[in-house]
């Protein structure tokens, strides 16, 4: 038994069976790097969207990577049904009109029964949710926001062009229209301590947010974090550390929040450092060891009253609109 509510699980309990997502490359780009905020984006981003599975896909129509990869999945997963997810780079940073061709394409293929758009909390407006709160209806629907911190400090360390605020009003608008919120975040990021990322963990607990990504911060080529590591100036953590984070973390996040993700996953080409991230399986594995070592669970410190979040309208157990 896992010992944090993760995202198969959870898919499996509403359509009872495995659904499998599709990462796909809308050819959108970034308002951090096409000079709108800033040309270099953000430290561990290269030119490409790095860290996002999409991006091999680049250069072809969303009937084609939809179509490729559901033969990939298929045949290794035999799973039927699936989530498209727009990931590679930031998937509301275009006119409505467009955004909307964009998601009907993908949705009209067979066996399809959820989308999940990852954007940034600066990249949306009501036209644009009331646009995601149309699909409701008929699929399950997810809005994927990077945060990576709750400290502005380190959103400005890293180039991130928002900061705190920002995120908390998208979360709060967003569920006014009823969307399903996951918070993306990033361990390991310059200048955070341990207890910074507790306080991260609590500052969601603290808000409506129904699922969370942890990332790993690995690097890669062509990123300013592969050139500040390169001349010493920042250190991957060890597996260890990793593990170590992500438990405390996830002790202070509600019990009802999906994961949809534990850790990174780096293209083996690009990866620098650390070595050890290209492990997912073994990575995984380690975190669950751990979490039963410690004999601890998601939650576990978080407390079972509501009322430090009743106020802003937290989600139920599951949270899935």
Not at 105 to 111: D, F, I, T, V
Request: charged share 25%; proline share 3%; hydrophobic share 35%.
């Amino acid at each position: 038994m896992k010992r944090y509510r993760d995202l198969n699980t959870t898919l499996r309990e509403r359509f009872g069976e495995r659904v499998q997502k599709i990462s796909l490359d809308a050819g959108l780009g970034c308002p951090n790097r096409d000079g709108t905020l800033s040309t270099e984006g953000c430290i561990f981003c290269d030119s490409r969207g790095s860290g996002t599975g999409a991006k091999i896909n680049r250069g072809m129509s969303i009937d084609q990577q939809i179509l490729k990869a559901k033969r990939f999945i298929e045949q290794r997963y035999k799973a039927k049904k699936f989530i498209a997810y727009f990931q590679s780079f930031t998937n509301t940073y275009a006119p409505v009109p467009r955004l909307k061709a964009l998601y009907d394409r993908a949705l009209a293929h067979e066996g399809m029964v959820g989308l999940s758009v990852a954007t940034r909390p600066d990249c949306v407006d009501t036209d644009i949710l009331s646009l995601l709160a149309a699909y409701k209806s008929r699929y399950l629907v997810w809005i994927e926001y990077g945060l990576q911190s709750a400290h502005d400090a380190t959103l400005k360390t890293i180039n991130r062009g928002h900061d705190v605020a920002c995120f908390e009003g998208s979360v709060l608008m967003a569920r006014t229209w009823g969307l399903n919120i996951c918070a993306h975040v990033i361990l390991g990021l310059p200048g955070e301590s341990p207890k910074m990322i507790r306080e991260t963990a609590r500052f969601l607990s603290n808000l409506p947010v129904q699922g969370v990504k942890i990332h790993l911060l690995y690097v890669v080529e062509g990123t300013a974090l592969a050139r500040r590591y390169q001349r010493g100036e920042f250190q991957c953590l060890e597996r260890d550390e990793y593990a170590e984070l992500v438990v405390d973390f996830l002790e202070r996040i509600p019990s009802h929040m999906v994961i949809h993700r534990l850790t990174g996953d780096p293209v083996r080409s690009e990866l620098i450092a650390p070595s050890w991230a290209q492990e997912k399986a073994r990575n995984l594995h380690y975190i669950q060891e751990k979490l039963e070592r410690k004999n601890t669970w998601q939650g576990r410190l978080c407390g079972t009253s509501t009322d430090r979040t009743a106020s802003r309208g937290a989600s139920t157990p599951i949270g899935l609109a």
